[in-house]
């Protein structure tokens, strides 16, 4: 196993659309392993192979009982209601913005033995899928907000949330 560098937004390869994995052997066992340690030395929620300069169709995402979720040819099967919250990206250190995306989501995708399986996650599993899905496909979150915002900037931003929710309460 070994930490991988992530790719910033700026490598063409992340803009890339991935070719599906269509052999499971201990290769892709190793690129497995490697998107799992690489996710948990950055301390993200998931983690896409062209991220790490491998244009497969393969991720690791953290689910609700912070367990790694290693999808294979993975596709969203079904996704329901809406949510409008805070994302980043491993590839786009210290940028953040709001993104809308399904509250509950389900993927098919297979294992990194070929099996088929299913996986449903909400919240946050579910924006983790759509996001990872999505770098699959050559694109970045940053595709669909409005504004990017520093950490400094989101800071601020979450301070004057928390003070008008005080001012509220009063």
Known sequence: ???????????PALHKK??????FDEKLGMLMDDLRQTLAQANGAGLA???????????????????MLELINPEIIAQEGEQDGLEGCLSLPGQWGFVKRPMKVTVKAQDRYGQWFEATG?????RCFCHELEHLDGHVF??????LYSNDELEELLAQD?????????
């Open 49 to 67: 192979a062209p991220q790490v300069g491998i244009l497969r169709r393969a991720v690791v995402v953290v689910d609700a009982e912070d367990n």
């Open 18 to 23: 991935c070719h599906p994995v269509t052999r």
């Open 162 to 170: 928390e003070q008008k929710k005080k001012e509220k309460r009063r």
């Open 142 to 147: 940053s595709e669909h907000v409005d504004k």
């Open 122 to 126: 909400e919240e946050i599993v579910a």
């Open 1 to 11: 196993m070994a930490i991988r560098e992530i790719l910033t937004d700026k490598d």
